[in-house]
């Protein structure tokens, strides 16, 4: 058969097609009116590139998407500022590969959902920028959504905030940026006649590539810079630790630069746009905002401060039509570039040899009238409600196959939030309709949108101060999807098991759990599934998929979950999927199983492919479906989609359990809020001395901390369970390595208060907590506050000021002035005026400033520096060193039990501000800390020959631990030790009998005598410590004749007193004498000796 004729315009010899078919200034237009008069196939000859084919029909460019037989041309023209990143090395190089396996993965749908209140919070600081805004100001909005977007990346990828939003320049960075992609775009960085023709452009972009160069490398340099497990776990970190999974390399210093500038270019500029252009459709169409803006506050509310969540964005179909429709309009990368693997012919006859460029102008090719009607080049959303399945080259406004946009989902969740607080909040005008001037830099970007943000009623700045973050993120406990009981990072549930809790109901039944994806998504769902069934006091085990190769369970159901990438299954059920496809008839007799699937639409011949294979060949060997194949949807709300799905597999589970019907749990509602703001000082670190110490590990000495995210009176109880158990942590921390401690010294740490208190005083106050301001003092009086820098509230709440103390009189003082009522007004005064009055109704109650202003809530908004100056400042707390320095001398050991209890104001529960605090910490993060020496006389003897008598309760035995690793150490080197007795009260022996088995190794080699004393045991009356140290008196008062030291921790209102009248009654039984006295010379001379706490 003859090869058909490309048509090709009107060319000059030498410059080609250039200047005559296609002028610079005009280029895409070009492109697009020569497919009008040429067809949707022509060639173009231009100087520097020939063999150009340019498609615009949908179906050649549908053929032109298949990876077998066509591949992605890099973007050259970026490779002068990107090297080898994602975007500009070839997908057959090793560089492209290795870092499209490493970075792939924290672009799931799962990774998303734990990036989701950072990438809302650059969205709530654009909204609290508008809403300060001059009322009828016009907004530049390519050049605010820029900016917003870049922060968003920043603060997402890589935990740093530019802070474009709030600067009406922008920062260097993003003027670089900004500088480097125009010129790129006007033809600089190409080795050609360009760089000869303009000699300053290439200058420039050079200067400008230098500047964005040296800040990644810069801000790489100072990462690794960081001791290990001090970096936030973000995609740089994994970049700069990750290993590809294929072959166990790892990224370059320089790939690391060329990935992260990647990131940073790709991540903001397309987004931007996508915004940009959404907004000026919206606010040149009233109607079409009126209808989305309807089901926003449908989904919403009333509530202006609402965030939405991520399960809310997924609800809004409406923006989700807006965002399509606009992409479909204005892909923000216009062009894609392929080209034929080896010599072939596409639509039927046209020849393409193996190399041959191929421009596709996603713009002509996404309103072809045949799939998109006579109004394809109309932007009208509502089109999506009716459209269905899409030929593979009719909408692609993402790339196609394996160089498709890795960021895809991360964009869309922007977009889609974006436009949600945006339509919540505002009015959204056009006050200069003007026809839509576009300019193509490395994407298509608006030029002319200038637009006003009316605030809607309700609205006002800081207003998102009335909300905690939004839900949907993270699990309660803190856990990353590796940290699921038998995960594995390699990226599957692996051979592990999940137990149910001690309370289960008898009637257990075991899971099988085959969690398999290479991003995430599906090990992220069969955590959840897994711990759902745990809930209900079932188990489950988690494999592989390969692992069962052969290996089908019979006696326990099994459960898939599992994805396609570009049609083939994960690394983790290759193995599986091969063994399925070829095993026998009756291979899967007896096998009960259900299968969920991940994927994406926008992939619609590769959609589902590999669950759908499995659940069929299932069935072909003779499994039984519990019930039909789940579809999760990466592109819409695949946590509801699995939600459905996993309710309908514990119905059909259910169906045959005996006992009482199972909790139906939503697994989303274990998921919280878990981002916390940090102050861009260090807190009042200069007034306490405190320096930088880092968590090492975390470990659960009794149960898991409950959810703190609420300060409302509801919030679960965090006291003794029902079994008498109380929340305790052992935290190992780091300190500089010049520091040094001994036994017995305290580690004095600087909390922060959690984010939902800041929110609760920023709305009880009516301050804005996003606001920046600069303090100054009218005294040269230190205050630890930070003076002359900017800083935001949130930042000042968070690390100065004590918002659980109680009220200082000059706090109700503020308070009361910005209260309008007499009859409130009144009522506060009469506090301070009277000292009985402020004792009793504040000191005796603990009545906090919040508190006050909860029943008494000002009329007037509090300004910043008086809201600072209304409360106490924080103060470090001390907890007793529970190590010795042994092996790492700066490394010590703190045990943290949580204090928390009904508040005696009548507020809530009340819960101690750094226990809260540190309880919730994990491991790498940093805290503020020093080493203070509790007292010279609260060490272990200098001779470890001398006999230690220890007397204490609860977390008290923190000191004693330290003091007995030393004393184990002198052993373990063949020094002789001194007798040595621990007395300890706890409350039951299978709760919170914490450090238990260490204390039994030391006793059981004979050098310890431990005698322990539980206050609630089962069947049984309680006793106290000072019952055991009554019993065992004689071996007490012959180590006081030997010249022992006794040591006393615990709480000095009950236990200790106790602990000094048993002994001096002891005393006293002997020798006829008063004790007291005899206590008191003994402490005189540093042999007894007490590190006390207070009550609560």
Not at 806 to 823: K, M, Y
Not at 999 to 1028: F, H, I
Not at 1068 to 1084: C, H, K, N
């Amino acid at each position: 058969m003859t090869d058909k004729a490309i048509p090709h315009p009107k060319a000059l010899p030498i410059i080609g097609n250039a200047l005559v078919s296609i002028n610079p200034a005009t280029a895409f237009t070009d492109l697009q009116r020569l497919a009008d008069e040429l067809g949707p196939i022509y060639a173009l000859d231009m100087p520097g590139y020939h063999d150009q084919v340019v498609l615009t029909g949908p179906d050649l460019f549908g053929e032109a998407c298949d990876d077998s037989r066509f591949d992605k041309s890099p973007a050259q023209r970026l490779r002068a500022v990107l090297g080898d990143g994602l975007f500009t090395a070839f997908t057959d190089s090793r560089a492209w590969q290795r870092g499209h396996r490493i970075i792939a993965p924290a672009f799931t749908g799962a990774a998303i959902s734990r990036l989701y209140p950072s990438i809302v919070d650059p969205i709530q600081q654009l909204a609290e920028r508008l809403v300060r805004m001059e009322p009828g100001s016009d907004v530049d909005v390519p050049t605010l959504t820029s900016a917003m977007t870049l922060d968003v990346v920043g603060l997402c990828l890589f935990s740093y905030r530019f802070g474009n939003v709030y600067t009406n320049t922008p920062t260097p960075f993003l003027q670089a940026l900004d500088r480097a992609l125009t010129l790129l775009a006007e033809g600089a960085g190409k080795k050609d006649l360009y760089a000869v023709m303009h000699p300053r452009a290439t200058r420039d972009l050079r200067e400008s590539a230098e500047v964005l160069i040296s800040f990644v490398d810069d801000f790489v340099k100072r990462r690794r810079s960081m001791p290990d497990g001090n970096a936030p776990d973000d995609l740089l970190q994994h970049m700069l630790t990750a290993a590809d999974p294929d072959t166990g390399e790892r990224l370059s210093d320089i790939e690391v630069r060329q990935q992260t500038l990647t990131l940073l270019i790709a991540g903001h500029e397309t987004t931007s746009g996508t915004l940009a252009f959404a907004l000026h459709h919206l606010a040149a169409q009233p109607q079409v905002q009126d209808w989305a803006r309807e089901q926003v506050d449908e989904v919403l509310g009333s509530d202006r401060s609402v965030l939405p969540t991520m399960e809310q964005v997924g609800q809004l179909d409406r923006i989700h039509q807006i965002v399509d429709e606009t992409l479909r309009l204005h892909p923000t990368a216009p062009v894609l570039l392929r080209h034929p693997r080896r010599a072939t012919t596409i639509g039927g006859g046209y020849h393409l040899d193996a190399g041959a460029t191929i421009l596709i102008p996603l713009p002509k090719v996404h309103i072809d009238p045949a799939i998109w009607g006579p109004d394809a080049e109309v932007f009208r959303p509502r089109r999506w409600e009716s459209v269905g399945q899409l030929p593979a080259g009719a909408y692609q406004p993402f790339g196609v196959g394996v160089r498709g946009c890795i960021g895809r989902l991360f964009a869309l969740a922007e977009a889609r939030a974006t436009l949600a607080v945006l339509l919540h909040r505002f009015e959204i005008r056009d006050p200069h309709p003007a026809p839509l001037t576009i300019a193509l830099h490395i994407t298509l970007k608006p030029q002319n949108v200038t637009l006003r943000f009316l605030a809607r009623p309700g609205v006002s700045a800081g207003t998102a101060a009335a909300t905690a973050s939004p839900a949907d993120v993270r699990p309660a406990d803190g856990r990353t999807g590796t940290d699921m009981p038998g995960a594995t990072a390699a990226g599957s549930v692996a051979a592990g098991s999940v137990q149910p809790p001690p309370n289960s109901d008898g009637h257990q039944q075991r899971l099988v759990v085959a969690a398999s994806s290479d991003g995430g998504t599906a090990r992220h769902l069969g955590y959840d599934l897994a711990h759902e069934a745990v809930d209900a006091g079932d188990a489950a085990d988690g494999v592989e998929l390969n692992a069962l190769v052969d290996r089908l369970p019979v006696d326990r159901p099994l459960v898939v979950i599992t994805a396609s990438y570009n049609g083939q299954p994960a690394a983790g059920a290759r193995d599986f999927v091969s063994w399925l496809s070829a095993a026998p008839d009756g291979a899967a007799h007896g096998v009960r199983f259900a299968v969920f699937g991940c994927g994406d639409h926008n992939w619609p011949t590769t959609y589902q492919a590999v669950p759908a294979l499995i659940d069929r060949e299932l069935v072909r060997i003779g499994g039984e479906r519990l019930i039909d194949r789940g579809e999760g949807d990466s592109s819409g709300d695949l946590d509801g989609a699995f939600t459905r799905w996993s309710r309908s597999l514990w119905q059909a589970l259910d169906a045959g359990r005996p006992g009482p019907p199972r909790e139906t749990r939503n697994p989303v509602g274990r998921y919280v809020a878990s981002e916390v703001g940090r102050a861009s000082a260090d807190g009042p670190a200069d007034a306490f001395g405190m320096g930088e110490a880092w968590v090492r590990s975390v470990t659960e000495l009794t149960r898991r901390p409950p959810d703190l995210g609420s300060d409302l009176a509801d919030i679960p109880d965090a006291g003794p369970g029902a079994d008498g158990e109380r929340v305790t942590m052992h935290l190992d921390v780091e300190l500089d390595p010049a520091v040094s401690y001994r036994p017995g010294d305290h580690l004095l740490v600087l909390p922060q208060n959690r984010q939902t208190i800041i929110w609760r005083a920023a709305r009880t106050l009516k301050f804005d907590p996003s606001l920046v301001v600069e303090l100054h003092a009218t005294t040269t009086v230190e205050t630890g506050v930070p003076l002359g820098q900017p800083t935001m509230m949130y930042d000042l709440l968070a690390g100065y000021c004590d918002l659980r103390a109680p009220a200082t009189r000059r706090g109700i003082d503020i308070l009361a002035a910005h209260v309008d009522r007499d009859p409130a007004r009144a009522a506060l005064l009469a506090l301070t005026a009277d000292d009985d009055a402020f004792a009793g109704g504040v000191l005796a109650r603990r009545v906090s400033l919040l508190d006050l202003a909860t029943e008494y809530p000002p009329d007037q908004p509090i300004p910043p520096a008086l809201v600072v100056e209304a409360f106490p400042m924080l103060k470090p707390r001390p907890y007793s060193i529970s190590s010795a320095p042994i092996g790492e001398p700066n490394r010590v050991g703190i045990t943290v039990g949580l204090v928390s209890g009904q508040a005696l104001s009548g507020h809530g529960r009340y819960y101690g501000v750094t226990s809260s605090y540190l309880v919730t910490l994990g491991a790498g993060l940093r805290i503020l800390a020093r080493v203070a020496d509790p007292g010279p006389q609260f060490h272990p003897p200098a001779d470890p020959r001398t006999p230690l008598v220890m007397v204490c309760a609860g977390t008290g035995v923190a000191p004693f631990r330290g003091f007995l690793q030393e004393r184990a150490a002198e052993r373990a080197i063949g020094r002789p030790v001194g007798p040595t007795l621990l007395f300890r009260g706890c409350r039951h022996p299978d709760l919170d009998r914490i450090y238990g088995r260490e204390l039994d190794t030391w006793a059981g080699q004979g050098w310890l005598d431990l005698y322990e004393a539980y206050s609630r045991p089962d069947g049984g009356s309680g006793r106290y410590v000072q019952q055991a140290v009554r019993d065992h008196g004689a071996d007490v008062l012959d180590l006081l004749d030997r010249d022992a030291v006794v040591y006393v921790c615990g709480n000095r209102h009950t236990m200790a007193p106790e602990v000094s009248s048993t002994i001096a009654a002891l005393h006293a039984d002997r020798t006829g004498e008063a004790g007291e006295p005899w206590i008191s010379e003994l402490a005189a001379a540093g042999r007894y000796v007490e590190d006390n706490w207070g009550a609560g």
